[in-house]
């Protein structure tokens, strides 16, 4: 009886705790999240946002979004820039966590060295970028012209053919260290005495890596690829500082086309629109991932 009551104790204690939390979420996260689809189907302008009474559109925002050639240009960028970050950070960063899972010296001093891009502000690492990639006196174009690569300064920023390059490089120079620093942590949970017996079996390095290295590194591989894909779907400041969307809409992705609609525009049923369908595509990979971790488990 008395064990009883101190494990009913302890739950109360436990809910106790987590209860500020919850509160904060439901709060600063859920009701956003709630009063944006709610707008999502309301006639909402500059003159009716402070209105308590709105006209109901129904899909009409919605359908004016799919109408509209902007938004399948900013969907189909989002997936470009989206899919570009992914293959660069993953690929140098599961590189650099190889490299870094061995033990030498100054190893942990490059490490942390390298992790600072990552600790930088995006808006930070924008500027910079956004500096470096500038026609007139921008050290890209500085070092190309010097090594004699390219014979007049290249607009990076200001063609609409390879403005979306530079955002892909400016955001794997940030992605590389959080997907090294994930992929390393895994590395160096896989058992060393299982490397030793496949040594003794006569297994080769290639043969190693690609029959225990991958399989056991498998999970954090898919928590690494959907943590990044969620990171950079959503992108907004990075973009938003270096290019605007631009030019014109070379660079323009579904974050970026919201804001326009809502803080620009003042359409704030379609702004809201847009930026429920990058919740419902960022919802749906969620459930992919989940779906997937479940079945491995089971398996």
């Known amino acids: ?170 955001n794997s120079w940030v992605g590389i260290p959080f997907n090294m620093l994930l992929l390393t942590t895994g590395l160096n949970n896989i058992p060393g005495d299982i490397y030793e017996a496949a040594s003794i079996d006569g297994a080769n390095s290639i043969q190693k890596f690609i029959r225990i290295t991958i399989p056991l590194l498998k999970p954090t591989i898919m928590s690494v690829l959907v943590l990044g894909f969620v990171l950079t779907f959503k992108v907004f400041d990075l973009v938003y500082v270096m290019t605007g969307g631009g030019p014109v809409s070379a660079t323009e992705v579904l974050s970026t086309y919201s804001y326009k609609l809502s803080f620009q525009l003042f359409h704030f049923g379609e702004g809201a629109a847009v930026a429920n369908v990058l919740f419902v595509c960022l919802f749906f990979v969620a459930l992919v991932y989940l779906r997937t971790i479940s079945r491995d488990e089971t398996m």
Not at 40 to 51: N, Y
């Open 1 to 170: 009886m008395g064990q009883n009551r101190r494990e009913r104790q302890e739950q109360l204690l436990g809910y106790c705790l987590i209860l500020p939390a919850v509160i904060y979420m439901l709060i600063f996260i859920g009701y956003p999240i709630v009063y944006n689809w709610i707008i999502s189907f309301q006639v909402v302008t500059a003159k009716t946002l402070g209105s308590k009474v709105r006209e109901l559109a129904g899909f009409g925002n919605y359908k004016a979004v799919f109408a509209e050639g902007t938004f399948w240009e900013s969907l189909l960028h989002t997936f470009i820039y989206t899919v570009g970050c992914l293959v660069i950070q993953f690929s140098l960063g599961f590189v650099f966590a190889v490299f870094f899972a061995k033990k030498f010296t100054l190893s942990k001093y490059i490490r942390g060295f390298i992790v600072i891009s990552w600790m930088l502000p995006v808006t930070v690492t924008a500027l910079v970028f956004k500096f470096m990639f500038a026609e007139g006196n921008g050290i890209i174009n500085t070092i190309l012209l010097g090594l004699h690569i390219i014979r007049k300064p290249i607009g990076w920023l200001l063609n609409g053919n390879i403005a979306m390059l530079g955002l892909i490089i400016a």
